[in-house]
């Protein structure tokens, strides 16, 4: 036909069988028409061969990565230790509650061995809410094996070698306040904040880290990178957050817990002082030494001689009187079993109650056991407050006498041993509930109190004016003389309990006690410290002396 150019394709070359595929045609302009190229599916399938195999191992390290398998995640890339320590820095400073990942469009082929993957990351941060970043992959091949080339950037795009991310608060997180208003300062009560998140890890800054944060469920926190090393942020990577917290105010009296620290000053052992003000509950001080664990509030141990206290208001309860015979020889023997007395003291015969309680004789208790059912220590304790559930504003142990199940278990029991528990919280509270004649449980944070613990009975106003005299003879002429010459009359209880499987066994210094002339009650605990008297009266001493400056 005139006006017509016929053009030949040529027929497609015939391959070998085992390179046979469907041909391609590709139109490709040209100056003078469109030119057909034959491409074979070969060609395409080893390109979509090279980029499936480089997508496997993305995929499981990115799958790995969503279930919090850091070790798992990094076998798939070229320096798993370096991958699992920096996945592992990210996930343990985020700690989301949830992550997902995805890979996002096709691989992008860089050269014959590498390809290219975008890639999603969203995490689910307490405290920061949703959090979205998209990230770069390579993925190359190794002498046949297709691994991820792995770079600090390749868990986000901003890090850098020797960063990681990590999350943090605001500026405007508040204080833990004393009863004066004032930042309080009083180590494990107020506890620490985690550099990195600004979230609080312990103590007060830990129960009430939304209130301080001004989280309040809101978004608290922002991403950031942060050094490895130091902690310190050096990048935002999202916008931080305004949320002003509310300061947390304690009852602490800043004057009464520096005395209490300044008296565990040079404490060789595990020490801790309470004071509680007996009018309210309010706790005054609540020093810790050292650091760490907050043993002033939550210990647990057995109480020993101060608990006689407790046992003294259930004799008296049950028709003792202060003036009675108290026979108090070296040893008491039940059912095979020996108690006796500290190094072995006796009390010369006409000795009384009040001689034995002062003197702190642990066979006259042991052996006035009958006088007392296999409840009354347990019904007595009650009265004290001890072994309710105290709603203090902090964590507490609020103590355990459980009712005494054989002879035995009730003759170490009248002595504070057996299977009786106490914090030297509840020990100050004892000697408040003397002072005062009622049990008004302690309180910490007046604002967070909602359902203050009522004693089920009260203690009988006579008993409450014996032990107050049992407990001023105590310092006046008994084991707590240590205390004999302070002002403002104190009133007091010493205590050493044995613990452990040692032989002879350990004791815990105590003593508790109250000022008659002003309004506080105190308990001093030593751990494995020796004699009540002899070692927990002289940090005592140290404590109420300074109080007196």
């Known amino acids: 036909m005139a006006g017509t150019h016929n053009r030949t394709i040529p027929a497609p070359r015939k391959w070998p069988r085992r390179l046979l595929g469907i041909v391609v045609p590709l139109l490709l302009l040209t100056g003078g028409g469109y030119a057909v190229l034959n491409l074979r599916d070969d060609d395409l399938r080893e390109d979509d061969a090279q980029v499936t195999a480089a997508r496997g191992p993305l995929t499981a390290f990115l799958t790995a990565w969503a279930g919090n398998n850091t070790t798992k995640a990094a076998g798939n890339t070229d320096t798993p230790d370096a991958a699992a320590s920096l996945l592992t820095s990210v996930m343990t400073n985020l700690k989301p509650s949830r992550t997902t990942t995805a890979i996002d469009g096709e691989g992008r082929k860089n050269g014959e061995r590498e390809v290219g993957f975008p890639f999603t990351v969203t995490m689910a941060v307490p405290g920061a809410g949703d959090i979205t970043w998209r990230s770069q992959a390579r993925v190359v091949d190794t002498s046949g094996t297709w691994k991820i080339k792995f770079t600090s950037p390749t868990i986000h795009p901003d890090l850098e070698p020797g960063q990681t991310l990590a999350l943090k608060s605001g500026d405007?997180?508040?204080?833990?306040?004393?009863?004066?208003?004032?930042?309080?300062?009083?180590?494990?009560?107020?506890?620490?904040?985690?550099?990195?998140?600004?979230?609080?890890?312990?103590?007060l800054q830990s129960r009430y880290d939304d209130i301080l944060s001004g989280g309040g469920g809101k978004p608290n926190r922002s991403l950031v990178i942060a050094d490895r090393e130091s902690g310190?942020?050096?990048?935002?990577?999202?916008?931080?957050?305004?949320?002003?917290?509310?300061?947390?105010?304690?009852?602490?009296?800043?004057?009464?817990?520096?005395?209490?620290?300044?008296?565990?000053?040079?404490?060789?052992?595990?020490?801790?002082?309470?004071?509680?003000?007996?009018?309210?509950?309010?706790?005054?001080?609540?020093?810790?030494?050292?650091?760490?664990f907050n043993r002033a509030l939550e210990g647990r141990y057995p109480p020993g001689s101060v608990f006689k206290v407790v046992t003294a208001a259930a004799l008296l309860g049950s028709g003792a009187k202060t003036e009675d015979p108290a026979p108090c020889p070296k040893f008491a023997h039940v059912d095979g079993q020996r108690f006796e007395n500290q190094k072995q003291f006796d009390l010369p015969a006409g000795s009384t109650f009040a001689d034995a309680f002062t003197q702190s004789c642990n066979t006259y208790f042991v052996d006035a056991r009958s006088r007392l059912s296999d409840t009354?220590?347990?019904?007595?304790?009650?009265?004290?407050?001890?072994?309710?559930?105290?709603?203090?504003?902090?964590?507490?142990?609020?103590?355990?006498?459980?009712?005494?199940?054989?002879?035995?278990?009730?003759?170490?029991?009248?002595?504070?041993?057996?299977r009786l528990q106490a914090s030297p919280l509840v020990m100050a509270s004892v000697a408040a509930t003397v002072k005062s004649g009622t049990f008004d449980q302690p309180v910490l944070v007046p604002s967070a109190v909602k359902n203050k613990h009522r004693a089920p009975a009260e203690l009988d106003a006579e008993v409450?004016?014996?032990?107050?005299?049992?407990?001023?003879?105590?310092?006046?002429?008994?084991?707590?003389?240590?205390?004999?010459?302070?002002?403002?009359?104190?009133?007091?209880?010493?205590?050493?309990?044995?613990?452990?499987?040692?032989?002879?066994?350990?004791?815990?210094?105590?003593?508790?006690?109250?000022?008659?002339?002003?309004?506080?009650?105190?308990?001093?605990?030593?751990?494995?410290?020796?004699?009540?008297?002899?070692?927990?009266?002289?940090?005592?001493?140290?404590?109420?002396?300074?109080?007196?400056?």
């Open 172 to 203: 405007h997180r508040a204080k833990v306040l004393d009863a004066k208003g004032d930042p309080l300062h009083a180590g494990s009560l107020v506890g620490t904040v985690d550099p990195v998140s600004g979230k609080g890890v312990s103590g």
């Open 232 to 292: 310190r942020a050096v990048k935002d990577l999202s916008e931080a957050p305004s949320a002003e917290g509310r300061p947390v105010r304690t009852t602490i009296d800043p004057r009464v817990q520096e005395a209490a620290a300044d008296a565990l000053t040079g404490v060789e052992v595990n020490a801790a002082i309470v004071a509680i003000d007996p009018r309210n509950g309010h706790i005054l001080a609540a020093a810790n030494r050292p650091g760490g």
């Open 376 to 418: 009354d220590l347990r019904d007595t304790a009650q009265k004290f407050g001890i072994g309710g559930s105290w709603d203090v504003g902090t964590t507490t142990f609020d103590g355990s006498v459980p009712v005494t199940t054989s002879d035995n278990d009730k003759a170490a029991a009248t002595i504070g041993q057996a």
């Open 464 to 549: 409450t004016g014996r032990l107050r005299e049992l407990m001023r003879a105590t310092v006046t002429s008994g084991s707590a003389h240590a205390l004999k010459d302070l002002p403002g009359r104190p009133h007091a209880k010493t205590g050493t309990a044995e613990f452990g499987s040692d032989d002879p066994p350990r004791t815990h210094a105590w003593m508790i006690g109250y000022q008659g002339d002003s309004d506080l009650a105190w308990a001093v605990l030593l751990e494995g410290g020796g004699s009540g008297g002899a070692d927990a009266g002289p940090v005592a001493a140290r404590f109420l002396r300074g109080l007196a400056r």
